[in-house]
């Protein structure tokens, strides 16, 4: 599915709000998740053709509430989640984001897939893949988006997608290579939209 109209529909700083703006919609939902800074905002913002839809950070851990967006007039709910890992922010703070994803992430009768991203850069840190399990064990469907793909070349490419799906136990055809910059994957990801909506 190509998304052709995205807005933004509420933040949300608390479960019962999103219980509350969830109940007004039936369509799938879905999500993404990510350390912080590994480009998430960008990520729907190329998705969605919406520049500064999702506000991308110079600081990171910019995004600190759950901001859900509507995709093609009511077709699918995109939920773009704070992230996880953000070493400066204070602890108590950290910790209401990491209690407001875990909820989101258990209560959601909606979500049909959660986009997991990691910067291809760089292994996949012990957070990263602790949300894998969690998403195993909570078994909620997911695709894991490699991104800042223009960072790097080709060859190094293929060696960074090795590392991750050793790191991650996830095969290699199952990361999409993206880039928010040039637009790489973004075709896979409309891809992914397809196979949810048929579910
Ligand atoms: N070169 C390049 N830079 C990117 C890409 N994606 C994100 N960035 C940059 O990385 C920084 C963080 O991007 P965001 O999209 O704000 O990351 P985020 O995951 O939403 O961050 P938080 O909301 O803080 O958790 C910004 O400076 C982006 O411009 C990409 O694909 N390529
Ligand atoms: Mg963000």
């Given at each position: 599915?190509?998304i ?10 608390a479960l019962p ?8 919609y039936?369509?799938?939902e ?11 905002s ?11 839809l999702?506000?991308a ?8 509430l ?11 709910v ?14 108590t703070?950290?910790?209401g ?9 258990g209560?959601?009768e909606k ?26 064990a ?6 894991v988006v490699?991104?800042k ?10 060696a ?7 790191a991650?136990?996830?095969g290699?055809d ?7 910059l ?10 992914v939209l397809d196979?949810?909506?048929e579910?």
């Amino acid at each position: 599915m190509k998304i052709t109209n995205a807005e933004f529909i509420t933040s949300i700083a608390a479960l019962p709000k999103y219980k509350e703006a969830s109940s007004r919609y039936s369509c799938p939902e879905i999500c993404v998740v990510g350390r912080s800074n590994v480009g998430k905002s960008t990520f729907i913002n190329c998705v969605t053709g919406r520049k500064k839809l999702a506000k991308a950070s110079v600081t990171p851990g910019r995004t600190r509430l759950i901001n859900l967006f509507d995709l093609n007039r009511g077709t699918l709910v995109l939920a773009d989640l704070p992230g996880y890992g953000y070493a400066a922010a204070p602890k108590t703070e950290r910790k209401g984001w990491a209690q407001l994803i875990e909820e989101y992430l258990g209560s959601s009768e909606k979500l049909k897939r959660v986009f997991a991203l990691v910067d291809l850069r760089h292994e996949p840190t012990v957070l990263d893949k602790q949300m894998l399990k969690y998403l195993y064990a909570y078994n909620i469907p997911f695709t894991v988006v490699a991104t800042k793909a223009d960072k790097l070349s080709k060859s190094q490419i293929s060696a960074a997608v090795q590392t991750v799906s050793t790191a991650l136990t996830v095969g290699r055809d199952d990361i999409i290579v993206f880039s928010g910059l040039n637009g790489t994957g973004k075709e896979a990801v409309e891809a992914v939209l397809d196979s949810v909506l048929e579910i």
